[in-house]
């Protein structure tokens, strides 16, 4: 030092000696130089300056960012920290950590695997000291020449402290104090032990810890055995391990594993041919078989798979090795029963070990899912979870709320009474589509044929609303179709994949919240290890809809559960709206898989209440295993028992109408809507919801005439005559006889004389008349005239069919289905088939009607309308004779002669242009009747719904005013 010292001094004298003395500038040369060197040596100053300060505030900066940095712990070194799980109530759940390592040491790491890891991690690794300064500058370059985040910087040094001590948040402090901590472990570990540390502490997906337990996992091998390619795909999984994981993302992986091949050529640890031939492997061939993962089974082990799902992609956090405190939205009392609910047979017996379900449990005014079931008796960790991951089957017609009336009403503000047409009809390419059971019910209300899930009606709303606004409600609601069907006419019925019970739990849960939509979570918060950092899982509440569109659509779907489809979904006193959907077989699966007609893969229920929203899968892993029709059942019966029990200690307020919707009478069978008059009885007037200011002004008063003109024609009536009422027939097994009763109104003293089809007469002057030796399966009709004073005053004629045998009472088509076109990908093997009338497009009905033999027996068979309506089989015992298809089905004319006596099917169907269809009654009226009635075969009707519905179709009816 003082060497350089006296030289510096010895070499400025001798610049002082060659200077002359003297020879000062003239003013004009001199004043220049030294205003340049004047400025220039500010210039440097001030720069020095600012660099002191840079440094000094930086290093200022950097020691308050690390004066709180953790200390070197060698246990959390060596070892991951597993994270505890906390429900609703913050009480402890369950925790999850490393439970699956195999400790490796460094000297047992093959050079291969080492050359591979370093040279895809860190390749200067043994130069640097923890921080790589050089990596550090040509990271930075190319962020800003490829963009932010385009290149990492972290050594394997500093990933190991990150992996043992901090959050993987992306902050300046975070940063700081990793690049400190990496320095402090370099000067007190060896570079041997900081590698080994790496390749035990890291994450290999399927909750896999370390290199070593990978190439077992993965390759079914030890670390020596494994291939250079092999080797390479290891080494290349630690940036993103459940992206890279073979057996899930096979093609992401070989990518990635090329990606590693390459570097490690260009850090000439392997030639460009070994190279080249490794990237020509063939990944699938060398994969080992994945193992169930069976071990360490979790309490609530379909819950806790979705939140640590969720947990990961809130960001750079491992549940099993990060320590957090994770807070959820998991109700335990729910997911108790929901779990008793589905791995025992104390509330449902189920058909078989092998039967599935997937039900997802919200709350429907946050989005917070309480209870998830993943599926029957799960005995594994993060399996296939049937309430998230099921997205390979069709929704069927769960779907029509969502992509045709929702959206119907939202943009097109119709009412829940606008006219639809259930008439034969196709798609645009001219495939045809049908209705379960092959069925028509003409004119209708949106309201009815969504309550009896009429698939043509909502091809026809779908058609009117568009695919980019129906498209656009279902984003809304967070539920996006595949672009690949997402034009395709034939998702008006459910035809399409890629929706959970857990999407259509979110989606519903919007009309029960008043247009609001949540997405679906089950974590609140984390809190990281260090006690103090909380993350905020901030789920932001999304308009999805109008609050008029919410509440009509929760009002039709109050109906599916009171007299439609979901009949057995009901809880007397709980007010809940929810749709049915089954799906169907296409022609082809049926014979090759030797399906039966009544047979169907799926079947759904969502339903919602105020305070929960609940959706349910039901079906087989394998779609060659079929759901019966009675299985088909189970869907409604899991949401009634769940329902009930999570709704049995808390009030459930009922749907309240917004300001926007407004509710009127309407005249029955109008078209355009007319306001029912003060004069019109309640059986001609229904009462439907309109959005405000899109109300009908016209009102009808028709009625006052015509009851003026009906009072005359009363009295003249009662003057002279009378009439013959209430004419039933009905078979009684055990003395194998049928009964003919009525009775009579108007004056005098009547007789009458009771005909047989089979030529037997009887006379009598009372009300009844008994009739023997009825034969299984035929069919009787019988004619009753009345005489007062020798005058003929009235005739009235009923039929019956005599059930066959002990078969059961079938309601619904069964047998010999049109089959659908399989080529035609708008001709679905999706809707609720045969089932409550939901999907059944192609494959039900069909024929006559139901032709042939559907429903068992002859429904309506060949000859529907001629003959007997109904006869054969179809309905016999209580479904039919004497009760559904004897009443309004088939009863008086209905078949017999006028095919629908009265208006029942003639006319207008159903009285006037009335969509109202009115399904049957319990006991057969006479010719007088001419009640309209729902398709033959029960074909708009769930298959587990009583043989005989409620009255009323689905119109919501008044009373006189």
């Known amino acids: 030092m003082s060497d350089q010292y006296n030289s510096r001094i010895e070499r400025r004298k001798k610049q002082k000696k060659r200077a002359p003395k003297n020879t000062a500038p003239t003013p004009a040369a001199k004043k220049p130089k030294k205003k340049k060197s004047s400025l220039a040596k500010k210039i440097f100053l001030t720069f020095a300056a600012l660099f002191l300060l840079c440094l000094a505030g930086g290093v200022g900066t950097f020691a308050m960012m690390v004066k709180d940095a953790p200390k070197l712990d060698e246990g959390l070194l060596r070892d991951p920290i597993s994270s505890k799980i906390y429900d609703m109530n913050g009480d402890f759940v369950t925790s999850v950590g490393s439970e699956k390592r195999d400790y490796v040491k460094y000297e047992d790491v093959p050079q291969l695997v080492r050359d591979a890891i370093l040279a895809t991690e860190d390749a200067r690794f043994f130069k640097h000291h923890g921080v790589d300064i050089i990596r550090i500058g040509g990271a930075a370059i190319k962020n800003v020449t490829n963009g932010f985040g385009s290149e990492g910087a972290s050594t394997i040094t500093q990933q190991v402290v990150k992996m043992s001590f901090l959050s993987p948040d992306k902050t300046l402090k975070r940063k700081a104090q990793e690049a400190w901590l990496a320095y402090q472990l370099d000067k007190e570990y060896s570079k041997e032990e900081i590698f080994e540390m790496y390749v035990n502490k890291v994450y290999m997906s399927d909750r896999i810890f370390g290199i070593k337990e990978a190439a077992n996992h993965y390759f079914g091998k030890d670390l020596d055995e494994l291939t250079l390619p092999e080797a390479a795909l290891i080494a290349g999984m630690p940036q993103s391990p459940n992206n890279y994981n073979p057996f899930d993302h096979p093609d992401r992986a070989e990518k990635r594993r090329n990606v590693v091949l390459s570097l490690m050529e260009q850090h000439h640890k392997i030639s460009n041919t070994e190279m080249a031939k490794a990237k020509q492997a063939s990944l699938s061939s060398q994969l080992a078989e994945k193992k169930p993962d069976t071990g360490n089974a979790k309490k609530f082990n379909s819950y806790i798979d979705l939140v640590i799902e969720e947990v990961e992609k809130m960001g750079e956090y491992n549940p099993y090795s990060d320590g957090l405190k994770i807070y959820t939205t998991l109700d335990p009392k729910a997911q108790t029963y929901m779990e008793k609910l589905l791995d025992t047979e104390d509330i449902i017996n189920y058909p078989s070990e092998q039967f599935q379900a997937g039900i997802s449990l919200i709350d429907t005014q946050t989005g917070e899912v309480r209870a998830i079931g993943g599926g ?240 349910i899968w039901t079906g087989y892993e394998s779609k060659k295993e079929y759901l019966s029709k009675d299985s088909q059942k189970i869907s409604k019966e899991l949401f009634k028992h769940l329902m009930e029990e999570v709704s049995s200690d808390e009030e459930t307020k009922n749907f309240k109408k917004p300001n926007s919707v407004v509710e009127l009478p309407i005249k029955k ?77 108007g004056k005098g003293s009547p007789s009458f004389t009771v005909s047989s089809s089979t030529g037997e007469s009887q006379s009598t002057g009372g009300s009844s008349a008994v009739f023997g030796n009825a034969q299984p399966g035929n069919s009787y009709s019988f004619t009753v005239t009345a005489t007062v004073d020798g005058k003929t005053v009235d005739t009235a004629s009923t039929s019956i069919t005599v059930p066959s045998g002990e078969e059961p009472p079938v309601d619904e088509d069964q047998d010999n289905p049109t089959q659908p076109d399989d080529n035609n990908p708008d001709n679905p093997d999706s809707d609720d088939n045969n089932n409550g009338g939901d999907n059944g497009n192609g494959d039900s009905g069909g024929g006559n009607n139901g032709g042939g033999n559907n429903g068992g027996g002859n429904n309506g068979g060949g000859n529907n309308g001629g003959g007997n309506n109904g006869g054969g089989n179809n309905g016999g015992g209580n479904n039919g004779g004497g009760n559904n298809g004897g009443g309004n089905n088939g009863g008086g004319n209905n078949g017999g002669g006028n095919n629908g006596g009265g208006s029942n099917g003639g006319g207008n169907n159903g009285g006037g242009n009335s969509g109202t269809p009115t399904p049957p009654t319990t006991e057969t009226p006479g010719s007088g009747g001419g009640t309209p009635t729902p398709p033959s075969g029960n074909g708009n009707t769930q298959q587990d719904t009583p043989a005989t519905p409620p009255p009323s179709g689905n119109q919501k009816q008044g009373t006189d005013e």
Not at 438 to 458: D, E, K
Not at 717 to 744: C, D, M, P
Request: hydrophobic content about 30%; glycine content about 10%.
């Open 376 to 615: 029957r008796n799960q005995k594994v960790e993060r399996g296939f979870n049937y309430a998230v991951d099921l997205k390979q089957r069709q929704p069927g017609s769960v779907i029509k709320p969502l992509i045709d009336y929702g959206p119907a009403i939202e943009y097109l503000k119709w009412s829940t009474y606008q006219q639809l047409d259930d008439r034969p009809d196709t798609y645009s390419n001219g495939t045809p589509i049908r209705n379960a059971g092959g069925s028509y019910m003409g004119p209708l209300s949106m309201r009815t044929a969504l309550v009896y899930s009429r698939n043509i009606p909502a091809l026809q709303t779908y058609k009117k609303v568009g695919h980019e606004k129906a498209n656009e409600f279902l984003n809304n609601v967070g539920i996006q179709i595949p672009k690949q069907q997402s034009e395709n006419e034939s998702n008006s019925i459910g035809a399409m994949s890629g929706i959970s019970p857990l999407d259509l739990s979110g989606a519903y849960a919007a009309f029960g919240n008043g247009g609001t939509y949540n997405k679906p979570h089950t974590v609140k918060k984390i809190v990281l290890p260090d006690g103090d950092t909380e993350v905020r899982n901030d789920v932001k509440p999304k308009e999805a809809m109008s609050d008029y569109t919410a509440y009509m659509i929760t009002d039709m779907l109050k109906d599916v559960v009171d007299e439609g489809t979901g009949r057995l979904a009901n809880i007397p006193g709980l007010p809940l709206a929810g749709k049915t959907g089954t799906t169907n077989y296409t022609a082809k699966e049926k014979r090759e898989w030797n399906i039966p007609s009544s047979g169907s893969p799926d079947s759904w229920f969502v339903g919602y209440t105020t305070n929960y929203t609940a959706a």
């Open 669 to 745: 069978g109008s078209n355009p809507a007319e306001i029912a008059g003060a004069g019109t009885p309640g059986s001609e007037k229904v009462y439907e919801l309109f959005v405000k200011g899109e109300e009908p002004k016209k009102v009808f008063n028709d009625f006052k005439e015509k009851d003026k003109e009906k009072d005359k024609d009363k009295e003249k009536e009662e003057e002279t005559e009378g009439k013959i009422e209430n004419l039933t027939a009905s078979y009684n097994a055990s003395s194998q006889s049928i009964s003919v009763s009525w009775s009579f109104g």
